[in-house]
């Protein structure tokens, strides 16, 4: 036999429900939480238009012509086609590691959002703020689910980076909804989609990984536009474990459940978590643990890091994110070693903290030498789960240690709505003049009254004058957010 069905209609459920489910369904927690991951996602979509790796992608994109034309984030009138649209902004929001993660793991919104508003701009009739929502939290409701088919997936990833492979599927979701597609093209918009899914984690801590976001978003759009052509695929993808199954071990699907009375979004019991700095989900724990050293360290009269004897370092088992001596930003947004050191000797880890200048100061390489990273057998791999101790030993004999369970920003620990909005207005204002920057954040403050997305285009695209679209000075300028 060439392929195990595990189940015979989970396919056709999850189209059903794509198709099916409305505005009258989206809760008010769920509205609360999609308009903080919206404004979160385009702020760090914004910022991340300063980078190195935004900047080629749009180079390579701009070589591709089309009749309909979306707007580039940031981009003082600068249009692609829309799926180009789609994976340049997919990328600049996933250029820093600075968007928001979920669990089971995955980057939930950076794949749905720059596919819909592309696609937003192109329909005859613009969509409503409220559809917005709804065909927001449909792509996401669609990865929070395919997550749950496997235990395997609630553990830091090892083989393969789940937005790729989830995000794609929730981009196609979100695109096949805001398209009104019907249940049948819902499930060949997923069918269609799946071929796109996998990234190996292998380019993790490389500039590849950002368009793992650029490729879902991009690509699950495509897939929703193919279907609504009548293109067409495995109408029981998400059944085989031939099919999305191929990316766990331990595969078990199950159905959408019918959306009437009852049914409840992911979305509201497991909120996501918001970043206050651009890098791995991980290196949140061990910041706060390591400022908390610091502090103590202060407090007992030690200023000079140059009398450490030890730092250890007490985390998950994960290899890709235990890098002892980075030497590009993107091995220092995930290593252990460089975030608690930096946290050590600047007491704040920051959008700055990244830049080469950062990363080779002799105080910082010299402190990484004395890093020791431990894996203790309590330590699960798990962002729901883990923990990091920082422990120092001063050339003295003294001893400092402090551990971090749940980091401020963490799902247990939401940022405050004034936090998420003083993150967003440092990011976007390295891009957006201040009407433009404030505009944006009162429509989606208020996006469920809004009747269309014309004007959050029109403010996106209010840019600070600059000679080139790579603005990497900016990214030296933004402050802590503590």
């Not at 090892?158 to 597609?181: I, Y």
């Not at 985390?315 to 946290?343: G, K, L, M, N, W």
């Not at 830049?355 to 890093?371: E, F, G, H, N, Y």
Request: charged residues 20%.
């Amino acid at each position: 036999m060439l392929r195990k069905v595990l189940h015979q209609r989970v396919t056709e459920s999850f189209g059903a429900a794509i198709s099916n489910l409305n505005v009258a369904h989206l809760t008010d927690t769920v509205i609360h939480r999609s308009k903080r991951m919206i404004l979160d996602t385009l702020g760090v979509g914004l910022l991340g238009t300063n980078t190195a790796v935004f900047s080629k992608a749009l180079k390579y994109s701009q070589g591709f012509k089309s009749v309909e034309r979306s707007n580039v984030w940031g981009g003082s009138g600068l249009t692609l086609s829309p799926q180009y649209a789609a994976f340049v902004n997919g990328v600049a929001v996933h250029s820093m590691d600075f968007d928001d993660t979920w669990h089971p793991a995955t980057h939930p919104s950076g794949a749905v959002l720059p596919a819909l508003l592309a696609l937003a701009e192109t329909l005859p009739t613009q969509p409503s703020g409220l559809d917005l929502l709804l065909a927001f939290s449909v792509g996401t409701e669609v990865q929070g689910r395919l997550m749950r088919f496997s235990k395997e997936a609630q553990n830091i990833p090892r083989r393969f980076h789940p937005p790729a492979v989830v995000g794609v599927m929730g981009s196609a979701a979100a695109s096949a909804k805001l398209l009104g597609l019907s249940p049948a093209e819902c499930v060949h918009s997923l069918a269609i989609a799946a071929s796109s899914a996998g990234a190996p984690m292998a380019n993790a801590s490389t500039q590849t990984k950002p368009l793992h976001i650029g490729n879902a978003a991009c690509r699950g759009l495509e897939a929703a536009q193919l279907a609504r052509l009548g293109l067409k695929g495995n109408e029981t993808i998400l059944d085989h474990e031939s099919g999305l199954g191929v990316f766990y071990s331990d595969y078990r699907p199950s159905e959408f459940p019918h959306p009437g009375s009852g049914f409840q979004w992911v979305l509201e019991d497991q909120d996501v978590a918001i970043k206050r700095f651009p890098a791995h989900l991980g290196m949140h724990w061990v910041v706060d643990a390591a400022l908390a050293v610091r502090a103590k360290l202060r407090a007992s009269g030690v200023l000079d890091l140059g009398q450490v004897r030890k730092v250890v370092l007490q985390v998950p088992p994960s290899r890709y994110i235990d890098c002892p001596f980075p030497a590009t930003e993107h091995q220092a947004r995930h290593s252990f070693q460089f975030s608690a050191c930096t946290a050590l000797l600047d007491n704040e880890v920051s959008v700055g903290s990244f830049s080469m200048l950062q990363i080779d100061r002799p105080a910082l390489r010299d402190l990484l030498t004395k890093v020791r990273v431990e894996n203790p057998e309590d330590n699960h791999p798990s962002f729901d789960k883990m923990y990091c101790a920082v422990k120092v030993e001063m050339e003295n004999g003294e001893k400092i240690t402090a551990k971090c369970n749940t980091f401020y920003g963490h799902w247990r620990k939401p940022l405050s709505q004034e936090d998420l909005v003083g993150k967003f207005e440092a990011n976007a204002s390295t891009v957006l003049t201040q009407e433009g920057f404030e505009g944006v954040l009162d429509i989606i403050t208020n996006l469920e009254k809004s009747p269309d997305c014309i004007a959050l285009g029109s403010y996106l695209q209010m840019t600070i004058p600059t000679t080139c679209f790579y603005r990497e000075a900016c990214l030296t300028k933004i402050p802590a957010l503590n």
